[in-house]
T-cell receptor, first 114, second 116 residues
Framework: ELKVEQNPLFLSMQEGKNYTIYCNYS?????LYWYRQDPGKSLESLFV?????AVKQEGRLMASLDTKARLSTLHITAAVHDLSATYFC??????????????FGTGTRLTIIP | DSGVTQTPKHLITATGQRVTLRCSPR?????VYWYQQSLDQGLQFLIQ???????AKGNILERFSAQQFPDLHSELNLSSLELGDSALYFC???????????????FGNGTRLTVT
């Protein structure tokens, strides 16, 4: 059974600092997703990572995937208050056609302090 | 706006009752997914439908059932409700399976269910 772990669970950081959220998954997966959720809101897709060594960047966020280590990272550069949210990674169960059975991590609640 | 519509936004009901949650996928999306989000269990995959057929099943209780109709909207039925069923229920959709490999799921705004 695919398990996905994120750390840290909670992260408070000052504006302007850099930090990384880690996402480990237990078995082979061919797709890794990152989502953002604001309190009481829906999940917004950030990145889809499909292959080993994949790196994607959007603004101050950069995600990478190492399939050999079963590890994905979400790096935050020069954090700003607007990035405060909960970030989830999700891995797809291999062998299922399409997006079936995404297993989500526990989420990292990120708070940016002015 | 993801294009996925869920109704109602909030639902308050008593234990033992039955409720129906409704989801309309994005235009053109054939797959619909249901997820449950609670504080203790996190985001749990419940079930997936593709073009009216059940495609994958997750941690869905026997008291829960779902279906996808010919117009592609989906309903999640929750019966014999218990306090522990209180959660945020999300619907998500994705494009046709053949082109969905690298597409993210697009989530609706959720239905917050409170069982009292």
């Amino acid at each position: 059974e695919l398990k996905v772990e994120q750390n840290p669970l909670f992260l408070s950081m000052q504006e302007g600092k850099n930090y990384t959220i880690y996402c480990n998954y237990s078995t082979t997966s061919d797709r890794l997703y990152w989502y953002r959720q604001d309190p009481g809101k829906s999940l917004e897709s950030l990145f889809v990572l499909l292959s080993n060594g994949a790196v994607k960047q959007e603004g101050r966020l950069m995600a990478s995937l190492d399939t050999k280590a079963r590890l994905s990272t979400l790096h935050i550069t020069a954090a700003v208050h607007d990035l405060s949210a909960t970030y989830f990674c999700a891995a797809a169960t291999p062998g299922f056609f399409g997006n079936e059975k995404l297993t989500f991590g526990t989420g990292t609640r990120l708070t940016i302090i002015p | 706006d993801s294009g996925v519509t869920q109704t109602p936004k909030h639902l308050i009901t008593a234990t033992g009752q039955r409720v129906t949650l409704r989801c309309s996928p994005r235009s053109g999306d054939l797959s619909v997914y249901w997820y449950q989000q609670s504080l203790d269990q996190g985001l749990q995959f419940l079930i997936q439908y593709y073009n009216g057929e059940e495609r994958a099943k997750g941690n869905i209780l026997e008291r829960f059932s779902a279906q996808q109709f010919p117009d592609l909207h989906s309903e999640l039925n929750l019966s014999s409700l218990e306090l522990g069923d209180s959660a945020l229920y999300f619907c998500a959709s994705s494009p046709r399976s053949g082109r969905s490999y690298n597409s993210p799921l697009h989530f609706g705004n959720g239905t917050r269910l409170t069982v009292t």
